[in-house]
């Protein structure tokens, strides 16, 4: 799929993973790796702490899918300032080769090991269009940082099964009633560190809770469109925002990993996009096509884990 090469603002992009080039020693001090680590503390001192601890090399990568967008960390660079090219081949090369297995949909990058890095960025670009333009993958490089600007970028949304005549998978208010229980509010009880819970839904909600006998209060209504509403008037842990996609995934692991008819059917969708259609939430579906639709990108993503599972990779302990 042919790269689109664009100016503009980075952070507004609609693809679903932001890649940039880092260093091998733990150090974000400028430019895109600067913002980012700004925008994404949590990704930050993980970051930080693989390096530390001798986890990121030259020509590998470090994909953080606990925000939207996920963040995929390049490392074109041994020492700060010092990328080179074979890094920056091996590191694009191992992206070509795993993308499928992590559930990238799509990317966007800024100038990677240019600039800072000291390469050549002409070199670069054709690098990178010889290794990533020829995926299946939506891929769109901004060769200048514009704040604020959007760029005119292709549909990020829906990869090459479209091309080829199959849909992405869509569920929610208008989608296929087949897919019904990818919702949360799907009748699907899941046990979590001994707990029941009547659907996902309860135990999202009942996440939030600051105290015990609210968490029970949320566990035990009587459906999950009432145990949403408890959890909007409940107070907040004080770390939720930072822990809300985590647990969001914790439960949909739990729900397709007890439920062996979910878990096939969540494996049947192959490799196509999966939307939530929402009338009112943005941030977890989407509305009129636009929207954070972290539901449905975390669907992407357990989807890839149980995959793994089936082929006997070293699974994640189930909660």
């Not at 996609?245 to 739990?254: I, Q, S």
Request: glycine share 10%; with cysteine; charged share 25%.
């Amino acid at each position: 799929m042919p790269i689109r090469w664009v100016q503009g603002d980075i952070f507004l992009s609609n693809a679903q993973t932001l890649a940039h080039g880092v260093n091998c020693r733990g150090r974000m001090g400028a430019g895109i790796a600067l913002e980012i680590r700004n925008r994404f503390p949590e990704m930050h001192r993980e970051y930080r702490r693989r390096c530390h601890h001798g986890e990121l090399a030259p020509g590998s990568y470090f994909l953080w899918k606990e925000s939207a967008p996920w963040i995929l960390n390049l490392a074109t660079q041994d020492e700060i300032g010092k990328a080179r090219f074979e890094y920056v081949r091996e590191v694009l090369e191992n992206v070509a080769g795993h993308y499928r297995d992590e559930g990238i949909l799509s990317l966007a990058m800024p100038r990677i090991a240019a600039g800072l890095g000291g390469l050549n960025w002409s070199e670069v670009r054709n690098l990178i269009e010889g290794i990533l333009g020829v995926l299946p993958l939506p891929v769109v490089v901004y060769g200048e940082f514009l704040e604020g600007i959007a760029a005119d970028e292709p549909c990020l949304e829906d990869h090459e099964e479209v091309s080829a005549g199959v849909g992405p998978v869509i569920f929610g208010r208008g989608g296929d009633p087949r897919w019904r229980v990818f919702s949360n509010f799907s009748p699907t009880p899941i046990v979590i560190e001994g707990r029941d819970y009547p659907t996902v839904e309860h135990y999202y909600q009942a996440s939030k809770a600051s105290t015990d006998w609210e968490h029970e209060l949320i566990r035990a209504a009587r459906s999950p469109k009432e145990a949403k509403l408890l959890g909007c008037r409940v107070q907040l842990r004080p770390d939720w925002e930072n822990v809300k996609v985590n647990l969001m995934r914790t439960g949909l692991l739990a729900k397709f990993r007890q439920h062996p008819r979910c878990r096939a059917l969540l494996l049947e969708t192959g490799d196509v996009p999966i939307h939530e259609v929402s009338p009112g939430d943005n941030e977890w579906g989407r509305i009129n096509g636009s929207g954070r639709d972290l539901l449905g990108r975390l669907l992407v993503e357990v989807r890839a884990i149980l995959r793994r599972e089936d082929l006997g990779d070293d699974p994640e302990s189930a909660p």
